[in-house]
Structure formats: C-alpha cells, structure tokens
C-alpha cells in the first residue's frame, strides 16, 4: 500500500483560502480514484472531493461544491485540494486517500472503499 503524506493545513480566518497537498512518502502517486475526507472531533468521517487517474471525473460534496477544487500537477506526482472561501464548518482534519477501485460518474466511492490512507492534516477556520 502506498503511503500518503498531506500537507498545507493551518489556521486561517472565514473568507481565507488553503490549498492541501498529497503526495505518496515513497515512490509514484498511483491511483484509480483518490480521495480527499475530514473529520471532526465527535462527527463520522465525511467525502470532501474525489478524483480518477484521468482527472476528467471529479466530484464533490455538496456542502464544498463551487468553494474546492481537485487537482493534479502536470508531473502527476501530487494532488492539491484547493479551498476557498474557507467557513468555520470546514474545520476538520482532512485526509486524502487512495482506491483502486474507478469512480463512476455520480457516485463517489465511500470512505470504505479506500485503502490507503495518509495521517491527516488540520484546518481551523475562524469565524
């Protein structure tokens, strides 16, 4: 299993923007779906934003649709989530995570279906 390190979490005001990385700790990113979740203390795991291998099938939930975005960089070696219009509910430790199951187009995967995953990274946003 991969293993996966994010990073780019902090502490910023409402308004403000982050952009999260992941990245593998060892070798290539490689992927048929990767995930980004968070969690907040007390609350269950929730999907945040998902991509596959061709970019070209990316959803979102609906609470972060039009504020985040999924992305790779052209060397395919580092996924980003970048977030904007950050509000105080987006805080939370987020995760991303690896499948090698495909998304489908309208039903992301489910926390379930990833197997490697990184530790996390916090975001605390500030009202």
């Known amino acids: 299993q991969v293993q996966l390190v994010e990073s780019g979490g902090g502490l910023v005001q409402a308004g403000d923007s982050l952009r999260l990385s992941c990245v593998a700790s060892?070798?290539?990113?490689?992927?048929?779906?990767l995930g980004w979740f968070r969690q907040s203390p007390g609350k269950e795991r929730e999907f945040v934003a998902a991509?596959?291998?061709?970019?070209?099938?990316?959803p979102y939930a609906g609470s972060v649709k039009g504020r985040f975005k999924i992305s790779r960089n052209s060397a395919k070696n580092r996924v980003f989530l970048q977030m904007n219009d950050l509000k105080p509910e987006d805080t939370a430790l987020y995760y991303c995570?690896?499948?090698?199951?495909?998304?489908?187009?309208?039903?992301?995967?489910?926390?379930?279906?990833?197997?490697?995953w990184g530790q996390g990274t916090q975001v605390t946003v500030s009202s």
């Open positions: 995570a690896t499948s090698t199951l495909f998304l489908q187009r309208g039903q992301p995967l489910g926390a379930a279906d990833y197997n490697s």
């Open positions: 060892e070798g290539t990113l490689d992927f048929n779906s």
């Open positions: 991509m596959n291998w061709r970019g070209d099938i990316t």
